[in-house]
């Protein structure tokens, strides 16, 4: 059951899903690669000096494989992805958007890049790009989405059309999941909100919570500045989008390529990940988040997805 990725042999085939701001940094991340999985750190809203240091901090806590995700809307995407290689990241993970320019830049520095894809179409052009893998996401992942069809629709047309690993995303949360998309042929999963309610998430317990109580008709599409809808919860945050109601952005940092200006959902997401303050917060979650019950440590976890 291990996964080969470029010169990269991953003992169990678990990604961790990235998770912007500040959801997955250096702990969570370690955890799950001293799990034999790949941790990932979250790059989007961090300047390229905070995510060196995450890097460097992800180092110390493992041996294992670390990643990195960068949003490719994020302005600073490519000082971002430079940063990440200088520092000898194991691997880049890039999603809402493709970017052409990646492939050169892991081929240059020797790392392996895996874009976010969901069709096979797109799959195809990653792969004749240089790409090592690639992660084929469904409609039910959280946050940003390119897609509404679902994972099982779209993960036997993406491994039938490319030979390098194509890793699983979306709707993934416990070991009947794990099993189920490694039978239908996945060469490895990535998951995120499993993980986001785990104990070694940098998020708040009140963030956590709102996981573990989240019924399946809290889960929503949300309008997202950056050109794209984005899977969440409800709460009154996401009321205000939704009825388009003014949400004052105290100072533009200009972090993305494109934004509607509508709200800032860099400030949304670190207000989640801070306290969850329902009035300030924009909570991504996927669509399946109403299975998860308790927060665990990221060996529970595993234990729970390889066991089942």
């Known amino acids: 059951m291990k996964l080969r990725i470029g010169k990269l042999n991953v003992p169990v085939p678990i990604i961790q899903g990235g998770m912007a701001v500040r959801v997955s940094t250096a702990p969570l991340a370690a955890a799950v690669a001293n799990e034999g999985g790949i941790g990932v750190i979250a790059g989007t809203g961090m300047s390229s000096d905070e995510l060196r240091q995450e890097i460097r901090s992800a180092r110390e806590l493992s041996s294992g494989i670390i990643g990195v995700n960068i949003m490719f809307a994020a302005r600073d995407f490519a000082g971002l992805v430079h940063a990440a290689i200088d520092e000898g990241i194991d691997l880049v993970i890039s999603g809402a958007g493709f970017s052409r320019d990646i492939f050169a830049w892991g081929k240059e520095g020797d790392v392996p890049i895996i874009p976010i894809v969901s069709t096979a179409r797109l799959a195809v052009l990653a792969e004749k790009m240089g790409a090592s893998a690639v992660v084929a ?10 897609t509404d069809r679902p994972m099982r629709e779209i993960l036997p047309e993406v491994k039938a059309a490319v030979s390098v690993p194509v890793i699983a995303a979306g709707g993934i949360v416990d070991g009947q999941d794990f099993k189920e998309t490694m039978e239908m042929g996945a060469d490895g999963v990535q998951m995120g909100t499993r993980f986001a309610a785990s104990v070694e998430c940098n998020a708040s317990d009140e963030f956590k919570e709102l996981y573990v109580n989240a019924a399946k008709d ?35 940092r200009g972090c993305l390529k494109k934004c509607s200006q509508k709200y800032c959902i860099i ?32 060996r529970r976890i595993f234990e729970e997805l390889l066991n089942a």
């Open 218 to 252: 809290d889960v929503v599409l949300i309008e997202s500045p950056v050109g794209m809808v984005g899977r969440g919860l409800k709460n009154n945050f996401q009321r205000m989008i939704e009825e388009e109601e003014n949400l004052e952005i105290d100072k533009c």
């Open 267 to 298: 400030d949304a997401l670190h207000n989640a990940c801070k306290d969850g303050n329902p009035a300030k917060a924009l909570v991504f979650a996927g669509e399946r988040v109403d299975k998860i019950k308790e927060i665990l440590p990221v």
């Open 137 to 146: 996401e469904g409609k039910e992942a959280g946050g940003h989405l390119g």
